[in-house]
């Protein structure tokens, strides 16, 4: 692994006025992340294989592609797709555009926190949220056994604390994950853990639960102590953008069984063009409410990330007019519960003025993040900063860091 300046180039003369909060960085996981403290009795349920030259990751001796590098020994360039602050919205990324990004070597600050801290500081990042990557490919692949899920998701939170540590300088807020496959009872002995080593808010897999009988929404009444706890404790909820296998709903119109592959549609370009639009994110919000889990725990914070800001303004239309035509299915209105608990991370919105003058989302449930090192994501973080002229000074600091940190409860 060599120097940052080596591989790609970075913007490190923007400087802004303000402290600035990035909601969506990643860190690439090392090839022991899953394995180290797994128990024995889940012995080769992880495992590197070489296929055809090129190592590949299997669970359960099922070989994935979902990470086509997963030892990221090289990488796409930060950026590399091509997302700038002059194309919010309009650049597409991978099979979608044809264009390839260009690959690096995997860099320290990749993969270890201070080689990172000093990378942040140099790009002028005061504090970033630090998302997994790899652990986005875990628990559709094994949905069918929970006890491993579990086993699996702990292992990397010990890794993850032993590693990055949960909170680092106060600067890197890593997000330890927490699934409710298993039930109640681990769900809150994980919650225990990660709490009491320090963590902020942890990751929730954005998809019904796959549990012993079926899956289920995480937001039915069943599950209701674990959220008691949440909220007591007063931990975020974090959502990021993952493999949630609604594909498979496309992919039985194909007739095809393999699994999902970021950035590629499988099958007929012509009918993914025309199909019904499938969004793990808007059912997810449509349970919260819907379900009243965020009526029963007003006190929870959601924050769905890297979900392409496209999604906001229809479910914004769909729950103003559930309710204007259904008031009597809901506890409360359903726009005032999303605007009470959740914080949006604006991907690649062009026009987050419109958001909050004529969708009335106001500016402090609004984040910026710039999905680094990640291709899809912005090489030039801070970049973001120039769609937001025009708002109201105020108003771009809150979306620049602001938001984030009173979410967190952080105060300078």
Do not use: C
Request: aromatic share 12%; charged share 25%; no cysteine.
């Amino acid at each position: 692994m060599s120097d940052a300046s080596d591989n790609f180039i970075y913007v490190t003369e923007r400087k802004l006025p303000y402290a600035t909060f990035d909601a969506d960085n990643h860190l690439y996981e090392t090839t022991d992340a899953l394995t180290k403290f797994l128990p024995k009795k889940y012995e080769g349920v992880v495992k590197y294989v070489e296929v055809n030259g090129r190592t590949r990751l299997a669970l359960r001796d099922k070989i994935s592609n979902y990470i086509p590098n997963p030892t990221f020994e090289r990488v796409a360039v930060p950026g590399g797709w091509g997302m700038t602050a002059d194309n919010q919205g309009e650049a597409q990324v991978g099979a979608k555009t044809g264009i390839k990004p260009k690959v690096m070597p995997g860099i320290d600050a990749f993969f270890d926190p201070e080689p990172r801290y000093k990378l942040m500081t140099e790009m002028g990042i005061d504090r970033t949220l630090l998302w997994p990557t790899l652990a986005s490919v875990l628990e559709e692949r094994v949905a069918d056994a929970p006890d491993v899920v579990v086993a699996v998701v702990h292992a990397l939170n010990q890794w993850m604390h032993e590693h990055w540590s949960y909170v680092f300088a106060d600067a890197i807020y890593s997000t330890p994950i927490i699934s409710l496959a298993a039930g109640v009872g681990p769900a809150l002995q994980e919650l225990e853990y990660i709490h009491e080593r320090g963590a902020k808010l942890f990751l929730l897999r954005v998809a019904p639960v796959p549990t012993w009988e079926g899956r289920k929404s995480f937001a039915l009444e069943e599950f209701d102590p674990f959220w008691a706890e949440v909220e007591r404790l007063g931990l975020i909820v974090g959502q990021h953008t993952g493999d949630a296998g609604y594909t498979r709903y496309s992919n039985e119109w194909d007739g095809i069984t393999d699994e999902t592959l970021p950035f590629r549609a499988n099958g007929s370009g012509a009918f993914h063009l025309m199909m019904s639009p499938k969004s793990n994110a808007d059912d997810a919000f449509a349970s919260i409410i819907g379900h009243g889990l965020a009526t029963r725990f007003p006190g929870l914070k959601f924050m769905p990330v890297e979900f392409n800001a496209r999604w906001i303004r229809p479910f914004v239309a769909r729950m103003r007019e559930a309710y204007e035509h259904s008031p009597v299915l809901f506890d409360e209105d359903p726009f005032e519960v999303f605007k009470r608990n959740v914080y949006i991370h604006i991907f690649h919105e062009p026009d987050p003025k419109d958001l909050i003058e004529n969708w009335e989302l106001p500016a402090d449930r609004l984040m910026w993040g710039s999905d680094f090192p990640h291709p899809e994501g912005l090489g030039d973080p801070l970049g973001y900063v120039e769609v937001l002229e025009g708002l109201d000074p105020h108003d771009q600091e809150l979306i620049m860091g602001g938001t984030l940190r009173a979410a967190l409860g952080i105060t300078d």
